[in-house]
């Protein structure tokens, strides 16, 4: 068992192998981060030196045991914090916050409950930077909404959505701006499996048709692999990268022919990526046990 | 108005439109509550005159109902209540309306910012405690027996909820809201007034509730203790000594009165100003 070797697997030629001599959109260089305890004056590594190339167009899904830094590196990008050590970069420019080339879709949503879905939508046009002219707006929105799936649902109000449509929502409100790069952290992860799933579908969709770099956290092995390009592993904290899988299934995944779940090449990245996995349970489960 | 009511019979989550059903609402039901309210309160002074008549309890302390009324009705009509209650509702606006301007902004300040809130929440939290009592003899001192005082004694009663209520709506707004805005461009200013205030809203209200609460004891007090000879207070305080318990008891009604409606007026503001709170907690 496990003795897949799961980037050097020949036959399917991979769309963004033919752009790995461009240079990286999205690059981090060595980075350490963590955050300062300023009362016991502690400071508490979240990842360790991790060094990750992004390619324009590619869909990057990260696993991991909780706690392992997730949320700590798609924050390193979207720039809310900074690394101790290394760099990240966009485009080869330094981080130093967030920008409207970059677009967050919250697990919780983080939906304004007084506002409309439309309105909802329209906030991510309407602030001092990337304002779009009114005319625009409206326009912009009614087609983010019919990308999701959402028309007709303009003057809703979010507690009157169930979790998939809000989803929805927060996905539209990213799409809206038309930013390079679309980070999710685990955005499905408080929807009901069946809704999951059709959700997965038409993200795939909505990223072909969009063309977004996408950096996206899970906790589901299977989403990982039937939405991403890549995935990494990252170990249990201090989070370090354990390894980088290429998944070389061809796309449309989510595609009744293609069966792409059933196929032997899905069965083996997947059962590679729970060894992997189990390892790092079992690894904090010895740590717990030893103290 | 009329009333419509969306339907949950949202078609499958898939797709796309939505159905909303327009359904009866008898024009009954409107008003049943209205009318309950109206039997309850009306069997409550039955209950109330038929004990009196009993005789158990001597009637000096405790007055036929329909004795109450009728002082009720000849102090309005004879213009010993009017002055009186005009004087006390005047006052007691005026100063709950200097409370929310001074609390509401300070509070959210104080959410807002470390540095104000470190500086000045040893005063805040120690003049919330301290009984309003015993600022009286000082107050009395400094001002006199005049209204200014009584004014005083209504903000400093009704300010420092409406600021505690503002400074904790601030702090728990979501972070990750604030960190939609920061994401989707908002400025610092424009994260205040359309991610944070909002979020506060209700917070200010639940304030200002409280300092309604909180305001008509310091309006009493101060009318009672201050020895101004007007307000509600002062009704109260020559009705006791005058042993005129009709009169007591309708003072009493006329300040029940005053604070139910106020508090009602203040939940009908709150449905205006945050429909989805309501609807979410249901
Ligand atoms: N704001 C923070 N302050 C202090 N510690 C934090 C903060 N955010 C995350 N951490 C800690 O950093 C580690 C990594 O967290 P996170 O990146 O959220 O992990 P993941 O998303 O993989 O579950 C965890 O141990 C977590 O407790
Ligand atoms: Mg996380």
Redesign the interface.
Known sequence: MGQVEAHSAPGAQHAADDRASEPALIEAVHVTAGYDNRREHTRLIALRDVSLQVRRGEFLAIVGPSGCGKTTFINLI?G?VKPIEGSVRVRGEEVTG?G?D???V?Q?Y?????RTVERNIR??ME?????VPKAEQAERAARALRLV?????EK?????L?G??RQRVGIA?ALV?EPEILLMDEPFGAVDAM?RE?MQAELEKIIAETRQTVVFITHSIDEAILLADRIVVISKRPGTIREVIDVDLPRPRFDEQADVQRSPRFGEIRSHLWSLLADEALGAKQEVATR | MTETI?GATRTN??Q???QIESIEVSRFARFKNVGITVVNLAVFFVIWELVARAEVINSLFFPRASDMFAALFNGFADGTIWPQLSHSLTNFLIGLAISAAIGIPVGLLMGASKIADLILSPYVWAMTSLPRVALIPLLILIMGFGNSMQLTIIVLSAVFPIMVNCMAGVKTV?P??V?????????RL?IYL??IL?YTLPFVISGVNQGIARGLVGMLIGELLGGGGNGLGFLLDRAGEQFDAPMLYATLILLAVMSVGLVQAMRWLEQRA?P??D??RA
Not at chain 1, 110 to 114: D, G, H, N, S, T
Not at chain 2, 179 to 187: E, L, M, P, Y
């Open positions: 979207a809310f967030p409207a970059r677009a967050m919250f919780d983080a939906l304004l409950p007084w906030f991510a602030n001092r930077r990337g304002h799936g959402l028309t007709g649902f809703s109000y979010p507690h009157e169930s998939g449509m409100r701006t809704t059709a | 969306q989550d898939q796309n439109g939505q979501e990750s809201l960190r939609a805005g920061v994401v989707f461009g908002a400025s424009q359309k991610v909002p945050a989805w709170r609807i979410s």
